[in-house]
């Protein structure tokens, strides 16, 4: 069965971050141990119960993108093997399938977005200027509509219990540099073009997808973090598209069209999911890693 784990704790290793999903721990000076919890956050804010087995989903879709898509980018893995590098009474069982081993990496302080459908905030943009990050797109569009081709769209880092917001081009060149902005960009929208149409063969839309990049001591750039899971992306069945509507997900969008039936500030602290709620998105999330990956847990 898998596991369940809200939280890590592994004496002896010095914790660096407690993420919103991710605690990351100092191996040496070259290396992360990263454990994929079962947090869950939605609308930025970390919700009280753990969806059990989705750190393991997590890790193991990741994997498989960073693998398939090492050809377009390095990624930061390091295949080194997690149950070495643990705390000696550590239940193995219970960190190897959410965790792995990363180069230490210099991240790039901006979320690299593609988007290949309306959706989101893309679409209350839109609604609101007819615009996304500075892009003008054609008129008419409606909710869920697929674009021309997939944009570029940045949002800045925000920390956590804070809101994303997303920018342009123009100011995320002035803040990492031009040539680091255009290396982001390409490896983004070739990230997702490629995930895409691995995706549709298998009958799923891929609407929007965000990553992460950081750079080595010699700004070599590198995708890190999380690859195309259901918690960076927006998937959707294709068999129940259609333009116009908000289409199912595979994603925690169940749980924030739940939350969105709630009488809730979208600010800490969070609601309580039922388990019916729970169930479902963890349900969700296998049948993504499934269908995609031809993974199914234990």
């Not at 920018?167 to 490629?194: H, K, P, S």
């Not at 590198?222 to 509507?245: H, K, N």
Request: net charge negative; with cysteine; proline share 6%.
């Amino acid at each position: 069965m898998p596991t369940t784990l809200h939280q890590s704790n592994l004496p002896g290793l010095n914790l660096l971050h407690r993420g919103k999903v991710r605690d990351v721990y100092a191996l040496s000076t070259q290396e992360l141990l990263i454990v994929a919890t079962d947090r869950l956050s939605a609308f930025d804010v970390v919700l009280p119960d753990p969806i059990p087995g989705k750190g393991e989903m997590l890790c193991e879709i990741s994997n498989f993108w960073f693998a398939q898509t090492a050809h377009l980018m390095p990624n930061h893995l390091t295949g080194k093997s997690v149950a070495a590098a643990l705390p000696a009474g550590v239940d193995v069982n219970l960190y190897t399938r959410r965790s792995v081993i990363a180069k230490r990496l210099k991240a790039v302080p901006i979320e690299a977005i593609a988007r290949g459908y309306l959706i989101g905030s893309g679409w209350k943009d839109y609604q609101a200027s007819g615009s996304l990050c500075g892009i003008k797109l054609p008129a008419g569009l409606r909710q869920a509509e697929k674009l021309r081709e997939p944009i570029f769209t940045p949002s800045t880092k925000a920390a956590t219990g804070h809101h994303d917001e997303n920018i342009g081009f123009d100011r995320m060149a002035a803040e990492i540099g031009a040539d680091l902005a255009e290396q982001v960009r390409d490896a983004t929208l070739a990230i997702y073009n490629f995930a895409a149409d691995h995706a549709a063969q298998r009958g799923i839309l891929v609407a929007d997808t965000k990553l992460e990049f950081g750079t080595d001591e010699d700004g070599k750039l590198y995708v890190m973090d999380e690859m195309l899971t259901p918690d960076s992306s927006r998937f959707w069945p294709a068999e129940q598209y259609r333009a116009g509507i908000s289409p199912p997900s595979y994603d925690k969008q169940f749980v924030r069209d739940y939350l969105e039936t709630l009488d809730w500030n979208k600010t800490a602290p969070g609601p309580r999911l039922p388990a019916s709620v729970t169930a479902g998105t963890a349900a969700k999330y296998a049948e993504a890693l499934q269908r995609l990956a031809g993974i199914t847990l234990d």
